[in-house]
C-alpha cells in the first residue's frame, strides 16, 4: 500500500501563485507514472499534468504554460508549480502515482487539496 499526501492549496488571488507538493509513503523512483488532477464542484475530474518514470511531462490545453509538473526522488514527492493563477483553476487538487510496469500496476490517490482562486 502506498500513502500519497498532498499540501500546499489554499486561497490566492487571481494572477497568483501557489505550488502543491505531493509527498509518496514509497520510493517515487519506482512509480511508472505520476499525475495531478482537479475537480471543481458540480464538474468531473480531469486530468491536469502528468510526469513520467523518464520524466516526460503532459499537460491539459487549459493549463499550458502556466503549470509545471516535477519530481524530486530524493525526497519522494511530486510537485505542480501554478503560476498565473486563474478563478477557473478552483478546485480540489489530487496527485494520483501508478506503481509496477506498464503492463502490471496499481493506482494510488491522494485525499486532495482545496485551491482557491478569487477573482
Known amino acids: 500500500q502506498v500513502q500519497l499526501v498532498e499540501s500546499g492549496g489554499g486561497l490566492v488571488q487571481a494572477g497568483g501563485s501557489l505550488r502543491l507538493s505531493c509527498a509518496a509513503s514509497r520510493s517515487t523512483s519506482s512509480i511508472l507514472r505520476n499525475g495531478w488532477y482537479r475537480q471543481a464542484p458540480g464538474k468531473q475530474r480531469e486530468l491536469v499534468a502528468t510526469?513520467?518514470?523518464?520524466?516526460?511531462?503532459n499537460y491539459a490545453d487549459s493549463v499550458k504554460g502556466r503549470f509545471t509538473i516535477s519530481r524530486d526522488n530524493a525526497k519522494n514527492t511530486v510537485y505542480l508549480q501554478m503560476n498565473s493563477l486563474k478563478p477557473e483553476d478552483t478546485a480540489v487538487y489530487y496527485c494520483n502515482a501508478d506503481y509496477g510496469s506498464s503492463i502490471v500496476f496499481s493506482t494510488y490517490w491522494g485525499q486532495g487539496t482545496q485551491v482557491t482562486v478569487s477573482s
Open positions: 510526469i513520467s518514470s523518464g520524466g516526460s511531462t
